[in-house]
């Protein structure tokens, strides 16, 4: 079993506030990724991580952000959350090196009304 | 990192093998073929993977034919819990994407009874 923990799993929120998705792994992985998916669509990568202090930007151009001060915990943040950021967001880890697979949390289903 | 062709959707009897195929023309020789699967819009659980060599687990069968240009996922004995999206990806170990995993939009499986 993948340790990797996301909370909240649903959030439903005013249009507006500020929001945080939390991630953590307890497996020590260096690396660390957000995927975005909408119901059907495909899982788009949005921020990901080689490690404390390194964030990159994802392949999907996304108004969060995500900050990586301690090698287990990877939050995602909506400083003033729209309708149109309503989705699921994963999280995931990795190992460091080649062919590392992936291990993802159960998601965060965000609904912005 | 190569681009593949999965079909839309495939179905399968309870008990049979299931065979998901997937084309990756445009494979090059240091990257790898990964299988994940995303039962109900959890997060997505890796499969297995392989780079020339035949691969087997206790989930599942990866045939990589010698060309590597395409391979086939087989489940041996599909069950309805197998009622899942399956995605094929093929990732460069050492690219300067290492980690990174592009996901497609996969194939649907369906098991029926």
């Known amino acids: 079993e993948a340790d990797i923990y996301q909370t909240p799993r649903y959030l439903v929120i005013g249009t507006g506030k500020k929001i945080t998705l939390e991630c953590s792994q307890t497996?020590?992985?260096?690396?660390m990724y957000w995927y975005q998916q909408d119901p059907g669509m495909e899982l788009h990568l949005i921020h990901y991580?080689?490690?404390?202090?390194?964030?990159e930007k994802g392949d999907l151009s996304s108004e969060s952000t995500v900050s990586r001060i301690r090698t287990e915990h990877f939050p995602l943040t909506l400083e003033s959350a729209r309708p149109s950021h309503t989705s699921q967001y994963l999280c995931?880890?990795?190992?460091?090196?080649?062919?590392?697979?992936?291990?993802f949390g159960e998601g965060s289903r965000l609904t912005v009304l | 990192d190569a681009k593949t062709t999965q079909p839309t959707s495939m179905d399968c009897a309870e008990g049979r093998a299931a065979n998901l195929p997937c084309n990756h023309s445009?494979?090059?020789?240091?990257?790898?073929v990964y299988w994940y699967r995303q039962i109900h819009s959890q997060g997505p659980q890796y499969i297995i993977h392989?780079?020339?060599n035949n691969e087997t687990n206790e989930m599942a069968s990866l045939i990589i034919t010698e060309d590597r240009k395409s391979s086939t996922l087989i489940l041996p004995h599909a069950t309805l819990r197998d009622t899942a999206v399956y995605y094929c990806i093929v990732r460069g170990a050492f690219s300067s994407n290492t980690g990174k995993l592009i996901f497609g939009q996969g194939t649907t499986l369906q098991v029926k009874p």
């Open positions: 445009t494979i090059s020789g240091n990257e790898y």
């Open positions: 991580s080689y490690g404390v202090n390194s964030t």
């Open positions: 497996m020590g992985h260096d690396k």
């Open positions: 392989g780079l020339k």
């Open positions: 995931a880890s990795s190992v460091a090196g080649a062919a590392g697979e992936l291990f």
